[in-house]
Nanobody, 114 residues
Framework: VQLQAFGGGSVQPGGSLRLSCEISGLSLRHYVIAWYRQQPGKEREGVSCIDASSRTEHVDSVKGRFAISRDNSKNMGYLQTNGLKPEDTAVYYC?????????WGQGTLVTVSS
């Protein structure tokens, strides 16, 4: 099983990025997809998740700005980040889990600065 996150980059405050997570080696429809981030000097935190029924949850700090989605046919997960703020600067990780297994991908760096 491999998860590959990509789409990070450097943007100015107020900008947008679409993060993608390519997942291989499992049947994605049986998994929750989650995005986490680790900001400089802080612990990793959960940002958004989407379950097998496409119900979503977001941490309060990104509600109204970020949107999570999935495409099971392509084995892909996405995190649309809008209205980015300097405090959103972090390494973003994708994660796929169910009650039995938990898989992580390597991160993609998002830098928000003027």
């Amino acid at each position: 099983v491999q998860l590959q996150a990509f789409g990070g980059g450097s943007v100015q405050p107020g900008g947008s990025l679409r993060l993608s997570c390519e997942i291989s080696g499992l049947s994605l429809r049986h998994y929750v997809i989650a995005w986490y981030r680790q900001q400089p000097g802080k612990e990793r935190e959960g940002v958004s998740c989407i379950d097998a029924s496409s119900r979503t949850e977001h941490v309060d700090s990104v509600k109204g700005r970020f949107a999570i989605s999935r495409d099971n046919s392509k084995n892909m997960g996405y995190l649309q980040t809008n209205g980015l703020k300097p405090e959103d600067t972090a390494v973003y990780y994708c994660n796929a889990y169910n009650r039995w297994t938990n898989y992580w991908g390597q991160g993609t760096l998002v830098t928000v600065s003027s």
